[in-house]
Each structure stands twice: as C-alpha cells, then as structure tokens.
C-alpha cells in the first residue's frame, strides 16, 4: 500500500537510503530538513510537511562526543518531532538508535538513549531499530580522527552493517506498523575498526603509519570489551565491510 512517508535527517548517511528504498517501493517520501523548510529543533515547517503523513522515520544525527550537547540536540528534536506528528495525526514514529547505547550511556550515546526514552513514554505509536556503525563509520573516522597530519584509528570490537540494508529494514517496519523495540541489525560478522580504517587508509593512497588508539573513559571501555557488539538475537546483514570497500573501488583524498 501506498504510504506517505516523512524522513528527519533525510539528506544524512542513512537517511538518503532510506529515502531511495521507500520511493523505490511506491511509497510518496517527504524530507524534513532545513533545506526543504524544515526545522525539527525550533518546529518550523513541521506541522505543514506533516500533513497527511502516516510515518515519520527518524535519522537524524549530530557529530559530538559531548554528553550534554547529544542529550539536549536529540531530547529537543523528538520533542518537536513528536509533539508535531500528534497534532497531525501522524500514526507512525520510527526512529534508528545504536546497537548497546543502555550499556554505555555516555558520550553521544546518551543522547540516543533520551531519544528512545522519550519515544517509549510518548503519545505516538512507535518503533526502535537498533543497529551496529555502518561500514561508512571507517571513512569518517580517518577523516576526522588525527592528531596534526597523523591519522589515528580507536580500538574497537565492531559488527558493521550497510547504511542500505539499514534503510531496507526502517522500511519493513514502517510497512508493518508499530512494533516496539524489533530485533537489533547488524553485520555478518565482527571487525576490527583499527583494521577497518587501516584498510580504508590503503584504498585512498595513504600510506603512512595509522598507530591504534585506546579512548578514554566508560564509552571507550564498552568498545573494546564487545559491549556495544549485537547479541545472537540480533538480524545479520548480508554486505561485509571487505566487499562495501571494494565496491567503493579507487578513493580519492
């Protein structure tokens, strides 16, 4: 059936999947951005783009590690979000959240972990997808973590997933209706996210030492204890990292 769907965040790494997977299935797709007129942080435009909406899938994201500025960017987001979609009659909120983010509620988890909370208490008919950092999560990481002209890569245990088998499975449940907490995605098998970015480094050309980093605090802790790693119950992806970056063929700098 055909649905009008609304993606917040729908410009981002998951959000333009998402986007191509429901029009790809005949579903009409509205984006809610600031470059479309929307503002989900101040609520402007958002009771007109949700007219006649009967799901909003929320992707939104922020680049932090502050705990403080992740919990007021995503408590204040689902607010208006929620707020609004119940005056419109929106039957629908679907939200992506992180796989273990209530086992190291720290850093930019915590805000994701007010998200959920808001979600569950709130007046909309909801839906969580947990899922594992997606094989981007290397790339993002070589271009941000340095330290002057040395790349850096964290030590983590990780299950990475493709951003567009996530989008895949956000649409499966925004086609299902409401379900609560689903079951976690996650990739076929587990990775090293040294070894990711390392191999990721070699596809750009770099060729320089990429020494491994351990992050400080609890945050850090769970990374490389396997804490934030999908339990057995979890959905498994299919793409592995190895076969996303050769996919991605020559990468430029």
Known sequence: MNMNIAVAGG????GRHVVDVARERGHDVRILSR??????????GLDRALADVQSVVDTTNLS??????????????????LD????AGVGHHLVLSIVGVDRAPDGYYAGKVAQEAL?????????????????????????????GPVHLAPRMRTQPVAAREVAERLIDSVEAGPAGRVPDLAGPREESLVEMIRAYA??????????AISLPGALGRAQ????????????????TFAEWLSALGPVRR
């Open 11 to 14: 410009t981002g790494a998951v």
């Open 35 to 44: 470059a479309k007129g929307v503002d989900v942080l101040t609520g402007g």
């Open 64 to 81: 932090t590690t502050s705990r403080d500025a992740s919990v007021a960017f995503f408590e204040r987001a689902t607010r208006m979000l």
């Open 84 to 87: 609004a979609e119940q005056r």
């Open 119 to 147: 979600v569950e208490t709130g007046a909309v008919p909801w839906t969580i997808q947990r899922a594992t950092q997606f094989h981007d999560f290397a790339a993002q990481l070589y271009v941000r973590a340095k330290l």
């Open 202 to 211: 070699v596809a750009t050309g770099h060729r320089g030492w990429i020494p």
């Open 224 to 239: 490389r204890d396997g804490s934030l790693l999908a339990t057995p119950d979890a959905v498994l992806g299919r793409q």
